[in-house]
């Protein structure tokens, strides 16, 4: 997998083509960004990539468009992630096509995301009928956001990172909706909220909060965001327990929602956010 960012649709003019066309998603090599993490053999943690779409829509045998929400789940050990608009691309890729229904839609996005992510997706979709039973929600925990800081640094500063090593470990979940980052290509800014469980020396929070402002002009993919602070906390803080949620705003009818952990929570709720 040799492609790069700089090859991918991002920042170029595209034609919105409405009858499927797989190729166009473009998968990038994840060990790309983790070598400049020094993440390399084994991984540190699991985890998953949550993507919503919002804006799926087919045609039915008889012509009649259809639409539906769908969720993919990619698994953080698979090879590739797959860039955005190239995502927004393929699936507008249906919007003329007729599918023979609900089954046979998702079998074919299970397959063709499967075969860029290099690893086997999980799909669900949810038609009309059943849209109002999705509920919304707010990562929970304590807010870092409630502390009246200064801060004059812009770019992530892993030393920010500091924890109480002489005192006795704790276990708590800390969230804040200041996360934001810019696209590695485009420069656009991409806004999120962090949740951050762990057990260990207690992280001191200012510091913590100054750490995430730090991204405000980082330039990185939403998953090597999460992964970037995941490594960041784990080496500076040294919890036995570590767990990073980041919930994004949609772009192009899709939210990206990357979860990383190194203990067994179980997989994180993908509660849509007021801001999503």
């Known amino acids: ?25 473009f998968p990038i090599a994840r060990q790309q960004k983790r070598d400049e993490l020094a993440i390399t053999g084994t991984l540190p943690f699991f985890g998953l990539d949550i993507w919503n779409a919002y804006e799926l ?14 969720t993919i789940s990619a698994p953080a050990d698979s090879p590739n992630i797959v860039e955005s608009k190239s995502f927004k ?6 919007n003329q096509t007729r599918v023979a229904g609900i089954d046979a839609l998702q079998s074919l996005l299970r397959e063709d995301l499967s075969h860029a992510f290099g690893a086997p997706v999980h799909v669900t979709i949810v038609e009309p009928e059943h849209f ?22 812009y770019s992530p500063a892993p030393h920010l990172l500091t924890a109480r090593f002489n005192e006795a470990p704790v276990e708590e979940t800390l969230v804040s909706n200041l996360l934001k980052s ?26 913590l909060l100054r750490y995430l402002i730090g991204f405000r002009e980082h330039n990185e993919f939403h998953e090597q965001c999460v992964e970037r602070i ?44 007021a801001r999503q």
Request: glycine residues 10%; proline residues 7%; charged residues 20%.
């Open 132 to 153: 109002g039973k999705l509920t919304m929600g707010e990562l929970e925990g304590l807010s870092l956001d409630r502390m009246d800081i200064e801060v004059d640094d």
């Open 230 to 273: 995941f490594m960041d906390i784990l080496r500076q803080c040294k919890p036995t327990k570590l767990a990073v949620y980041a919930r994004y705003t949609r772009r192009g009818g899709l939210d990206i929602n990357p979860w990383r952990a190194n203990f067994s929570t179980g997989r994180p709720p993908n509660l849509r956010g």
């Open 89 to 94: 691309l393929y699936l507008n890729s249906f």
């Open 57 to 70: 829509s087919w045609l039915n045998m008889r012509g009649k468009p259809q639409v539906a929400i769908a």
């Open 1 to 25: 997998m040799n492609n790069t960012p700089d090859q991918s649709p991002l920042g170029k003019s595209s034609a919105y083509r409405t009858q499927y066309a797989p190729e166009l998603l």
């Open 182 to 207: 810019n696209c590695l290509v485009t420069g656009q800014p991409d806004w999120g909220s962090v949740q951050i469980a762990y057990v260990g020396p207690q992280i001191e929070q200012e510091g």
